[in-house]
């Protein structure tokens, strides 16, 4: 996940000297948790990484393992929690199991689609004190109607959004960015303002659950990269103009250095300093800074890799899973620098990016080094001469 709004803040501000701590040794940070506590989803949408239908799964965890699972957490530090699904509001205990949460000090996020927020369930949202409330909308009527497989779904998310802003709920949309919808991006981003959202993550397409089924929709390369060049272009008039807003982005490190470009066209004198935070953030945290818990207690490196799981938090605590007793693939994905291969192998920008997603490369080669196909940057932009471009490809 790459915070645009808070490194163009620093820019825009005066240099903190906290910024240069060292962070923690990376296979000891204490990850963001994004937990899939119901698969059941009253949308069937397309891009769907969990592969969510309406309908019950067997085999979920209870009220009281979830409590217990809630502990776990807190005895491994984790303080930021993401409450996901499925649809997380169809859950009974979801309000239970947020108030456990917050009252052990976890910054708690509900992710949801939105189409089940209305008059009756606000007061509860509003009394769970989310830190924030993030509702994914992937475009236009027609686009979401179409993504999402729900004629109602456009208008039920819009109101969800003008119902928690009216109980002051910090609200976030989400966009899963495709060829269907990268032309309407600007649109939705007007009605983030007009909606008085505060924040907007757009997730690049990963190629996993229903999501795996419509690569050949991801976004064209240079789709992808004019998108990311607006926001960042948005962040830094919304931060201009004194506004209180953040852009995000997701799945694709790669905008990090996007974003060291646009520095060094209109901020040169602060490149060096933000090439340097950058370089500290390091690019894809998948199975370090990032981890996924899913419906069954299944601990997964991130939420595209609900194919491989690391361990189950009815067996084995997550702090033993996570921490003290790795997975081979967790710590295969700790290593820096990573052995990779391809054009992310002789990539000049690594220590930045960190070798991207290894979801996209994993589903379209088999093997976790691979280049990312995601990857929207030049050959000449990551530094490959002739020479370097012949040799990657009689390598591959």
């Known amino acids: 996940m790459l915070r645009l709004s808070h490194y163009l803040r620093q820019l825009h501000s005066a240099p903190n000297p906290q910024s240069a701590r060292k ?3 990376i296979n000891r940070d204490s990850p963001v948790v994004i937990w899939n506590l119901i698969r059941r989803c009253n949308l069937t949408c397309r891009h769907c990484y969990s592969t969510s239908t309406d309908t019950d799964f067997a085999g979920e965890l209870s009220t009281a393992e979830a409590h217990a699972v809630i502990d776990q957490l807190n005895e491994a530090g984790v303080r930021v929690l993401i409450l996901s699904g499925g ?10 199991l947020a108030d456990h949460a917050r009252e052990l000090g976890f910054y708690v996020a509900l992710s949801t689609n939105g189409t089940l ?26 686009t979401h109607t179409y993504m999402r497989r729900d004629p109602t779904a456009y208008d039920k998310s819009l109101e969800a959004v003008r119902l928690c802003r009216s109980a002051g709920i910090k609200v976030g949309l989400r966009t899963t960015l495709n060829q269907h919808n990268a032309s309407e991006l600007p649109a939705v981003l007007d009605l983030m303002h007009e909606l008085d959202v505060q924040k907007f993550y757009l997730s690049h397409l990963n190629y996993s659950g229903r999501g795996k089924h419509h690569r050949k929709q991801d976004a064209h390369l240079r789709m992808t990269r004019e998108a990311v060049d607006l926001l960042i272009q948005r962040a830094w008039s919304d931060i201009c103009h004194g506004l209180n807003t953040e852009y995000v982005t997701g799945n694709n490190d790669a905008d990090a250095v996007r974003l060291l470009d646009w520095a060094s066209q ?5 490149y060096q300093r933000l090439h340097a935070m950058l370089t500290r953030w390091g690019g894809n945290a998948t199975g370090s800074s990032i981890a996924n818990i899913d419906n069954v207690g299944e601990v997964h490196p991130d939420t595209y890799w609900w194919h491989y799981s690391v361990g189950n938090v009815r067996k084995r605590s997550f702090k033993d899973i996570w921490f003290d007793q790795p997975d081979v693939l967790l710590t295969e994905l700790r290593r820096r620098p990573r052995p990779l291969g391809g054009r992310c192998g002789s ?15 994993w589903a379209t080669s088999g093997e976790l080094w691979a280049e990312d196909p995601g990857c929207y940057l030049t050959d000449a932009e990551i530094g490959l001469t002739d020479k370097r471009i012949a040799a990657v490809q009689s390598a591959t």
């Open 347 to 361: 990539c000049q920008w690594l220590e930045v990016c960190g070798g991207n997603t290894r979801t996209r490369a």
């Open 266 to 270: 209109h901020r040169p004198d602060d």
């Open 117 to 142: 927020i209305d008059e009756a369930i606000l007061p509860r949202i509003a009394a769970a004190q989310f830190d924030y409330v993030g509702i994914s909308l992937d475009g236009l009527r027609d």
């Open 23 to 25: 962070p923690p040794l």
């Open 87 to 96: 649809e997380p509001l169809l859950r009974p205990d979801v309000f239970e």
